[in-house]
């Protein structure tokens, strides 16, 4: 009795601590990841994970694993009914289990998408302020049963995280909405000294249909930012699941090169791909990775000298895959280059006369994180930027190469 009590106020002496560590930060993924593993230090689990939950969808989401990496947690869902976390959010309560699969709420999907194995699980609500949060959960006890002094302690960690959380998404909205509000100033502005201007009696018909061109411009740049700061959100939040399959890299090249070859014409700017001929098959969402080069080859092209030229590569390495954008375009200044991935930042020489949304970059730095890579860039004024894109292997199956393709160059 006296050694489980003395078990007890170290646990609570370490609570204090961690109270103290959460109180430090406002950032949502530092947070999560300080909460998740001192829940499973404190309960004497092998995992924890914590779900937010979704009022709008009704769903719980992952949002941070101990035994999860970040792709394979993104986007995966938990129904309310049918599972023990949304047990756990309906009724408010924690739960403890000894043996998960002979449990009727038991979640089968997560654990054949993971291919994670689930033996016990104890599981907590978090709430504040009447509102649920989410859930925490421990996941498989290392020694024995999981006891009320775990559940016990695992509540207090909640009632702390749960206020740690919220807070620090209320500062994140708040932040991304005054950052969103901002860039709306501008187009907002333009349209609304436009519409004035169409009103005056003394615009020639020429006058006014250049207005008109400019309103729809705006109409545009308005559309495009909506829209980028939408999937930027979503990527932000974890909530865009990857569909991961095996494709070749060679035919995702030059279905990028086809895509932007209008684009390229227009300012007779040539668009090279080149790729060995036996490259992997590549494992990850292709329809994202094919976002992230069509925005890598459509700024190539944008901030590019007419009869210039863009190039794309592929080459495998050790690890990776890496993707070689490269331009002789105009290039980025030195003091821009650590700024290029943040929201909203668009080179201030560029800004004047280059439309965009100032998301792109951020977006394709969200997708490439998400599937475990990098993105990197290097750039010298007057003379061309190369962006590079590293990829993990994935599951390694040689390609054979396509004739057809390799004709193409």
């Known amino acids: 009795m006296a050694e489980i009590k003395t078990q007890r106020l170290d646990g609570y002496r370490r609570l204090i601590d961690i109270a103290r560590d959460l109180a430090s930060t406002l950032d949502l993924d530092i947070l ?14 092998e995992a924890a994970s914590i779900l937010l939950y979704d009022d709008t969808s009704q769903k719980l989401y992952f949002q941070v694993s101990t ?7 993104r986007g995966l869902v938990v129904p309310l009914e049918g599972s023990i976390a949304g047990w756990i959010v309906l009724n408010r309560q924690a739960v403890r289990i000894v043996n998960a699969h002979d449990d ?10 993971t291919g994670y194995s689930t033996q016990s699980i104890l599981g907590i609500p978090l709430v504040t302020k009447n509102k649920i949060v989410g859930v925490l959960e421990a996941i498989n006890k290392h020694r ?20 740690a959380i919220e807070n620090a998404r209320l500062f994140q909205q708040s932040d991304l909405i005054a950052e969103f509000v901002h860039e709306l100033r501008t187009p907002l502005s333009s349209l609304s000294t436009a519409t004035y201007l169409l009103l005056r009696p003394e615009m020639s018909q020429d006058q006014r249909d250049q207005i008109i061109n400019n309103i729809h411009n705006e109409t545009i740049r308005l559309n495009a930012l909506a829209s980028s700061f939408l999937d930027l959100a979503r990527l932000e939040s974890g909530r865009v699941q990857f569909r991961k399959n095996s494709f070749s890299i060679a035919d995702l090249m030059y279905e990028c090169k086809d895509v932007m070859s209008t684009k390229a014409a227009e300012d007779n700017i040539q668009i090279r791909v080149e790729s060995p001929e036996r490259l992997p098959l590549l494992e990850a969402d292709r329809d994202k990775i094919k976002q992230v080069l069509l925005n890598l080859l459509s700024n190539a092209i944008k901030y590019n000298r007419p009869n210039g030229s863009v190039m794309l590569r592929a080459e495998e390495t050790e690890k990776d895959i890496a993707f070689y954008i490269q331009d002789t375009g105009l290039g980025i200044p030195e003091e821009s280059l650590p700024h290029l991935f943040e929201k909203f930042f668009r080179v201030r020489e560029n800004e004047s006369r280059i439309a965009g949304t100032g998301l792109g970059l951020s977006i394709c730095k969200q997708i490439i994180q998400g599937h475990n890579g990098r993105i990197e860039v290097k750039s010298k004024t007057g003379v061309g930027t190369v962006f590079v894109v590293y990829l993990p292997h994935g599951r390694r199956v040689t390609e054979t190469a396509d004739n057809k393709q390799s004709k193409k160059k």
Request: net charge negative; glycine share 6%; charged share 20%.
């Open 32 to 45: 999560l990841s300080r909460i998740v593993h001192a829940a499973a230090e404190i309960s004497g689990a």
């Open 67 to 73: 035994n999860l990496d970040a792709s394979t947690q």
């Open 104 to 113: 009727a709420r038991f979640f089968s999907n997560i654990e054949q998408a």
């Open 144 to 163: 024995g049963k999981f006891t009320d002094t775990d559940e016990s302690m695992l509540l207090v960690l909640g009632a702390q995280a749960a206020v």
